[in-house]
C-alpha cells in the first residue's frame, strides 16, 4: 500500500501471509513485524513504487514453489 504525504513522501505499508516482509521494509528505511511492517521514502509514490515492487518480486522470487 502506497500513501502520498503532505510533505511529498511515500508511507509503504506491507501485510503477508507467509512472507518476511519486514526485511522489505528495512531496504526503503522502515522495519516492523515478519507479517506486517512498513516505512517512510521522501519521494512521491510515482518515484519510489517502481522500486518497492521489484523488491517485493525479487521477495516472493526467493521462496520455494508451494505445493498445487
Keep these: 500500500l502506497f500513501i502520498e504525504q503532505f510533505d511529498g513522501g511515500t508511507k509503504i505499508s506491507f501485510r503477508a501471509r507467509d512472507t518476511d516482509v519486514s526485511r522489505i521494509a ?3 528505511g522502515g522495519g516492523g ?6 516505512g517512510r521514502v521522501k519521494r512521491p509514490p510515482a518515484e519510489v513504487r517502481p522500486e518497492v515492487l ?3 518480486e525479487e521477495a516472493l522470487g526467493s521462496l520455494p514453489p508451494q505445493p498445487a
Aim: a positive charge; glycine letters at 8%; hydrophobic letters at 60%.
Design 33 to 38: 513485524h515478519r507479517l506486517a511492517a512498513g
Design 26 to 28: 528495512e531496504r526503503f
Design 54 to 56: 521489484a523488491a517485493v
